[in-house]
Structure formats: C-alpha cells, structure tokens
C-alpha cells in the first residue's frame, strides 16, 4: 500500500486495489505495530477515497455458481455452458423484480442433457446451496464452495470404487456437517458411527 502510495499518487491517475479489507487492516496494523482501529481506519480512509465493497453470494449467486461447476465437470459444449451462463445471469439480474426464474428442467434443456448424473449434481447444489450461502463458517466463499463440491466428488468417488453404496446426498450432508460445526461435534458423530 505504501508503495503504490508513493508511486502512483499523481494528478489525474487512479488505480484500484482490490483486496480483503480485515485483510488489509490487520496488516496496517502490524506494519504501525498494533496501532489503534481509529489510526487504521483513518490510514484507509486517507488512502482509498472511494471503497466499493463487493456484497457476499447469497443462496441464488451460490446457486447459480454451483450450476456452472456442475455444467463445465459435465463436458457439455461451449455454446450450450454459454446459452447457460446468459441465462443464470439474467435469472441474477431480474430475480429481484419477477420471482425465481431457475428450474432444473429449464437448465437442462439449456445443456441439451438428459444424463441423470448431471441432474442429480444440479439437485445437490440447489439443496447445498441455502447452507454454503448462510453458514457462518462459508458465507458464500466461492473457493470454500468449489472446495466442498471437491471433496463431495472425491468421497463419491472413493465409496464407488471400495462398492459402497453411499448416496452423494448423504456424503454431501457429512461433509457440510464438518464443515458448518466445531470440532467436539464431528468427534461426537464420528464417535457414534
């Protein structure tokens, strides 16, 4: 920060910083050697004139986003993943004023699919998604979300090749339980199983 300061701080120039601001702030405060909120605060404030703060995912963006995870994983082609994108986009940008316009038959006629799999990867992340927007220990993360489709995929994937017969579903409930609660809980599940 101090040296973009520095460097670009020249009549008529501008220059974004994107950045996590409790990130920034902590770093502010350890370069200042554990300075006061106030003195950060006001550090920002002197250097970023206009904050424009990016809103966390809510259910529909998460939604949305586990949609396309699930569409490009599937091997559909370019233009029906792009038909899909335009789509869940203008679902985004008119749910506000008209209602949920998402339906799963409408995404996969979109994706010229029929494959059960992928209808069923779908149907999984509308049912994720309410708790990976919500959960205070997600918040819509986007890399925590990819992380957990991830490690769904990979437990499905090791239960099917051991012939366990284990519904994604349930795997996906394991795996959102670790992550949305604390350590004594998971002890206590794993503990009963």
Known sequence: LEAIRLFLFLPNTAFVVAADEDMI????????????ERLVTDYLDKL???PVYVPRPGILEIRAYLTMLNAVRSGCAEDKIAALRDF??????????D????????????LGSAEPGLRNQI??????????????????????????MNVVRMRASV?????MNLDETVIAKLALFERCTDSKSIQALQHEI
């Open 48 to 50: 970023i004139q206009v």
């Open 88 to 97: 869940l986009i203008e679902d985004l940008r008119h749910s506000w004023e």
């Open 99 to 110: 209602g949920d316009g998402y339906d799963v038959d409408k995404v996969m006629g979109l």
């Open 159 to 163: 239960a099917k090749r051991r012939v």
């Open 123 to 148: 149907e999984l992340g509308l049912r994720m998604a309410p708790t990976l927007a919500q959960s205070a220990k997600v918040n819509g993360n986007p890399r925590i979300v990819k992380r957990m």
């Open 25 to 36: 702030r902590h770093a502010v405060s350890q370069h200042f050697h554990d300075s006061d």
